[in-house]
Nanobody, 126 residues
Framework: QVQLVESGGGLVQAGGSLRLSCSASGRTFSDYAMAWFRQAPGQEREFVAAISWSGYRTYYADSQKGRFTISRDNAKNTVYLEMNDLKPEPTAVYYC???????????????????WGPGTQVTVSS
């Protein structure tokens, strides 16, 4: 089992920045690809960003390219999501997810991830 806990969410003005963190425990962190997804009320969960076990490969949803950066620190068992130039959008819960690197085929698919955190809420005000 992998336990994930997100932090760093909150209220930010449009154009501002926020950094989310996800701390992992339970298994060897570097065995896992990590990702961020988000879900707004009444909407489907959507892919935000993903990172390979080494951090050398990163993937982003088109809408976040250039504004969001995913990174990880395997020594700290933590993955980060740096969000810049935030757009005024409906409040969303951001979820951290983990999948064994050896098992994952498509990094942007939620079904590829076996472990999920409880989420952290992000509100961007206009």
């Amino acid at each position: 089992q992998v336990q994930l806990v997100e932090s760093g969410g909150g209220l930010v003005q449009a154009g501002g920045s926020l950094r989310l963190s996800c701390s992992a425990s339970g298994r060897t962190f570097s065995d896992y690809a990590m990702a961020w997804f988000r879900q707004a009320p009444g909407q489907e969960r959507e892919f935000v960003a993903a990172i390979s076990w080494s951090g050398y490969r990163t993937y982003y949803a088109d809408s976040q390219k250039g504004r969001f950066t995913i990174s990880r620190d395997n020594a700290k068992n933590t993955v980060y999501l740096e969000m810049n130039d935030l757009k005024p959008e409906p409040t969303a819960v951001y979820y951290c997810a983990a999948a064994l690197e050896s098992m994952i085929l498509v990094y942007g698919l939620g079904s590829a991830y076996a472990y999920w955190g409880p989420g952290t809420q992000v509100t961007v005000s206009s």
